[in-house]
């Protein structure tokens, strides 16, 4: 046999016995959804081996078949199947990463997310694979923080990223607010102090040195919450404003705050600034959304 006719043979082979084992989902009305029909990856790998880059490609198509196809949870929970394959048959694939893991996630009518540990998975074995990959670490921060609410880890994903060549300069910014989210203050305002120091351009330096302030505040804040909250525990009711915290000895004296206002109690008994229309931990996941 000659070596062309034994390669055409290989691939023959090689692209029915994919086409067999991956075939798109199956639907049935009366039997609900059923997953897609993939081969066991040592099969593929094993078979596959001579045209590894075709049948890798083969499979990636039908990624992006699935992702055009889907329209339920279920269908969408299907991409990550077929991603994770290609992943696995070629971890270097950087696309993949990303165009699925966006994909993945599911939103229902009631507002409620599904696939989001698919998604959040598959974006955790980009990192593994591409570490300085600074679009990847916004996508699994924005999953982190907003559907997990792993703030901490969100933030020093983040923090990582902003040292990168090419990062957003939003990153140290929005990095500090994830940390004040986790109530990491210490952290935030250690990343924050050295970013106001290091600086060259004053606008930079004036940003976090503001934000050294705003984290401060934020802390006091907290406290104030905490002190509501045992206020509310014990007596049943709200208190009528941060004086009362301090005669009933839940706060030791009047918090001061840094950016010059004054600290009072909103209608829902939650510490705010006269300084500061938002709190900073508001801003932490508007921030995450409006990021590209």
């Not at 077929?82 to 165009?99: C, G, H, I, N, S």
């Not at 880890?153 to 990153?171: M, N, V």
């Not at 009362?244 to 008994?269: F, H, M, T």
Request: proline share 6%; glycine share 6%; net charge negative.
């Amino acid at each position: 046999m000659s070596s062309r006719l034994l390669w055409s043979s290989v691939l023959a082979v090689s692209l029915t016995l994919c086409a067999a084992f991956a075939a798109p989902p199956r639907r049935s009305s009366r039997q609900g959804h059923l997953p897609p029909l993939l081969p066991r990856l040592e099969v593929v790998r094993a078979v596959g081996a001579p045209i590894h880059h075709l049948v890798t490609d083969y499979f990636w198509i039908q990624t992006i078949q699935a992702v055009g196809k889907a329209s339920t949870r279920h269908e969408y929970r299907d991409i990550y199947d077929y991603a994770d394959m290609v992943t696995e048959l070629d971890p270097k694939f950087r696309q993949v990463y990303v165009f699925a893991g966006v994909a993945i996630p599911f939103t229902g009518r009631n507002g409620k997310w599904f696939n989001t540990e698919e998604s959040t998975r598959l974006l955790e074995k980009g990192l593994r694979n591409f570490p300085d990959y600074v679009y990847l670490r916004i996508i699994l921060a924005y999953n982190l923080s907003t559907f997990h609410q792993q703030y901490e880890r969100a933030a020093k994903i983040l923090e990582e990223a902003s040292k990168l060549p090419d990062a957003p300069e939003y990153l140290p910014g929005l990095a500090t607010r994830l940390h004040a989210q986790a109530g990491n203050f210490d952290a935030g305002l250690e990343l924050a102090r050295s970013l106001a120091e290091s600086s060259d351009e004053p606008e930079t330096r004036e940003l976090f040195e503001r934000r050294v302030m705003e984290l401060e505040l934020e802390r006091e804040l907290s406290r104030v919450d905490a002190a509501v909250q045992a206020y509310r525990q014990r007596e049943g009711r709200l208190p009528s404003g941060v004086q009362a915290l301090v005669d009933a000895g839940d706060l030791p004296r009047l918090p001061e705050d840094p950016l010059g206002g004054v600290i009072q109690l909103d209608a829902e008994g939650r510490g705010h600034s006269t300084a500061q229309e938002k709190r900073l931990t508001d801003f932490a996941r508007t921030s995450m959304e409006e990021s590209p």
